[in-house]
């Protein structure tokens, strides 16, 4: 017997998910995702919603579009996979910049 408590299942309507980079042994579960949502995944790469160890939600880091199991709350993991993408994104513009010495000068005077 278990005497440690069940704190997932006390609170009603929280699902723990992960949010992670989409990897190649997950194709197959986005190809399924596609067909469920009736839909296409943009131009990679991707990230992926999983909840209760099964992938629910992927957006697309190229494009934004979103695939989502109509079978599943996925709401929830949506809006975290959004911002996430968001943040993924935003960081890569930043840090293809090119450098400027003259900024660089700047800030160190």
């Keep these: 017997m ?3 408590p069940d704190l997932f299942g006390e609170l009603d309507g929280f699902e723990p998910t ?15 995702l596609a067909e469920l949502d009736d839909t296409h995944l943009g131009e990679g790469p991707h990230l992926v919603g999983e909840a209760r160890g ?7 880091l190229g494009d934004g579009s979103v695939l989502s199991d109509p079978f599943h709350h996925t709401l ?3 809006a975290l996979l959004r911002p996430r993408a968001s943040q993924l994104t935003t960081a890569t513009r930043v840090a293809r910049r090119p ?5 660089v000068r700047l800030l160190t005077t």
């Design 2 to 4: 278990n005497d440690t």
């Design 18 to 32: 992960t949010i992670r980079p989409a990897t190649p042994s997950d194709s197959r579960a986005l190809d399924r």
């Design 54 to 60: 099964e992938i629910v939600a992927a957006i697309s």
């Design 76 to 78: 929830d993991v949506v």
């Design 99 to 103: 450098w400027n010495p003259l900024a």
